[in-house]
């Protein structure tokens, strides 16, 4: 690869990382916190390229080049540009056994009527304090639906850290009145009460609560779908 | 530009073709250009065919892992093309001990105070070694900075709640580990392995010329192994049944060999991978040890960034011993201290 060839690499990679970064995209394979930095590297990236491209006019150096691996930095530019794969959905989450945890703490539940939670604190509250904060309260959940080989649905989120890589699922199981047709990766606003049935992940036999459904709608993916509040 | 570069072509049958009467070269501009086109053309019928599940789920793993690990590594080759062209070697060599066995823990616990992953410690320590740092001492900073860093150690006591002992185990298993790779290197280490970083002299070139030059080639050479290492992550993150976990989890030893080869396979950047790890509950703690302490300093991307930086047979010996003292100290310290 020759000087000219690793500009153009530099600029493209640069260009990706800046596009990625400057829009949503980003969110679909790294924390939110990572972008000022994508924005930077993209930006040095560039100016990299920029560089390449001046010194090589002004003093074109001896021959010199780089090893074919260089090559391979096309393969996340193209992922990237062309194809730019959605963010982990319910293949994943049905592989990877859940990740809930027990919280050091519970704060009392906000006011509301249906209060709004995410999947990973209605499930902690569920399983860890068995539900105590819970009882007579609406809760409202936004998260996608996965359904194990039997047919149960479930409602997950996946918690992020850092990038997809560490992405680990938290589902809800759905009873009560889901709706008749649940597509898998399809993006559900769900409310419902505490129930106190729950499951058992089988890929990791960790505790998977349920909620009894009595409204559910269809929701546009957000812009995030991850669930950051691990990491913040 | 006369420059041609057919040797780097990226596929055999391009340059195959039938030789030109006039001597026109096949330059690497050009195959760029044509690949991209053609790959554009062919836009839909490739998305067809990564629209499965498992090739969807391979993909956004790969991208999320080069997209993570790019700023620290353009940050590292930025550090890195600082210390080649605006640190005299001088300083160096006043920081750091003379005698190589009391410069490799000084090393190792300057890791402590540079932020960021494993992706940019490989150039910076390329870049140690190369302004006459004794490579025993870079090597002990190598291993040390990703594991033992303040953003690194924040991470670990925020997955750990209340187990501030895996914090304090993570620190000394890693910085034991480094500092033992560095003596061994020093008794044992020939350097006709190690492959002093080649690069382009820069002398007689500008500054900035020498400072982006020193990028432009830190990023290409690091880069493609990134992304090698990228491919190999997603394919265990997308392919590998976590089923097969839980029957190594169950036996002692076992679990702590395990977990050490799930650390090289998943090849999570360090900043994260408390929180894998914390989420392996059914593992032991001293396995769970041994994920923390191994992931840092032996993983594929590592692995294949250390063998484009250093060359291929330090990597292939400096990797393995790496790993054997790593899970050796693990459990030795998740023994005493968990």
């Not at chain 1, 930077?40 to 990299?48: E, F, H, K, P």
């Not at chain 2, 950047?269 to 396995?287: G, I, K, W, Y």
């Not at chain 2, 594929?300 to 790496?322: D, E, I, S, V, Y």
Request: charged content about 15%; aromatic content about 8%.
């Amino acid at each position: 690869m020759n000087r000219q060839a690793q500009a153009a690499v530099l600029f493209l990679l640069g260009a990706s990382l800046l596009h990625a970064g400057a829009t949503d995209l980003s969110l679909r394979y790294v924390k939110a916190g990572l972008r000022p930095l994508l924005l930077a590297a993209g930006t040095v990236l560039v100016a990299a390229a920029v560089a390449t491209v001046w010194y090589e006019r002004r003093n074109p150096a001896p021959r010199h080049h780089e090893p074919r691996v260089s090559w391979l930095l096309l393969l996340p530019v193209l992922a990237l540009i062309l194809v730019a794969p959605p963010a982990l959905g319910s293949y994943s989450a049905m592989r990877t056994g859940t990740a809930l945890q027990q919280p050091p703490a519970y704060a009392p539940l906000p006011a509301g009527d249906p209060v709004r939670l995410g999947v990973a604190d209605y499930a902690a509250r569920a399983v860890y304090d068995d539900g105590r904060s819970l009882r007579d309260r609406r809760v409202k959940i936004t998260g996608f639906v996965a359904l194990d080989r039997a047919g149960t649905p479930y409602l997950v989120r996946i918690a992020l850290n850092c990038c997809a890589a560490d992405g680990l699922p938290v589902k809800i199981g759905l009873t009560g009145r889901t709706p008749p047709v649940l597509q898998p990766d399809a993006w559900l606003e769900v409310t419902g009460t505490y129930t106190a049935r729950r499951t058992k992940d089988p890929v990791n036999g960790g505790p998977i609560p349920f909620l009894d459904v009595t409204t559910a709608r269809p929701v546009p993916e957000p812009a995030d779908p991850y669930d950051e509040s691990w990491n913040s | 530009m006369a420059d041609t570069a057919t040797e780097a072509a990226p596929r055999p049958d391009e340059r195959a073709g039938p030789p030109d009467p006039e001597g026109w070269h096949l330059s690497s501009p050009l195959v760029l250009t044509v690949t991209l086109l053609l790959l554009l053309l062919a836009q839909a019928p490739i998305r067809r065919a990564l629209s499965a599940p498992v090739m969807q789920s391979w993909m956004t793993v790969f991208v999320a892992v080069v997209v993570q690990a790019l700023p620290f590594l353009v940050l590292g080759v930025l550090l890195s093309a600082a210390v080649a062209v605006f640190v005299p070697p001088s300083v160096f060599a006043r920081a750091l001990p003379a005698r190589p066995a009391a410069a490799v823990p000084v090393a190792g616990l300057a890791g402590a105070v540079v932020p960021g992953c494993e992706c940019a410690s490989v150039p910076v320590a390329g870049a140690l070694m190369r302004r006459g740092v004794t490579p025993a001492a870079a090597l002990a900073f190598l291993l040390s900075a990703p594991a033992i860093n303040p953003i690194v150690l924040t991470a670990t006591a925020v997955a750990f709640p209340g187990e501030p002992e895996m914090v304090l185990a993570r620190f000394v298993a890693s910085l034991v580990v480094a500092c033992v790779m560095g003596w061994l290197w020093q008794r044992l280490g020939r350097t006709d392995w190690l492959r002093p970083p080649a690069r382009p002299s820069y002398e007689g070139q500008g500054r900035g010329a020498a400072f982006w030059g020193s990028v432009r080639h830190d990023v290409m050479h690091a880069g493609g192994f990134l992304v090698i290492g990228a491919m190999a992550a997603a394919t265990l993150k997308a392919v590998v049944p976590e089923q097969w976990l839980r029957a190594a989890a169950d036996h002692p030893v076992v679990a702590v060999l395990a977990l050490a080869v799930l650390a090289v396979l998943l090849s999570i950047c360090s900043e994260a991978d408390a929180f894998v790890a914390a989420s392996l509950t059914q593992f032991s703690p001293t396995a769970r040890l041994a994920f923390l302490v191994v992931g840092p300093m032996v993983d594929l991307k590592l692995f294949a960034m250390q063998a484009g930086t250093f060359g291929r047979a330090f990597a292939l010996r400096f990797a393995p011993a790496t790993f054997g003292v790593a899970v050796a100290l693990a459990a030795l310290t998740g023994a005493v201290l968990l």
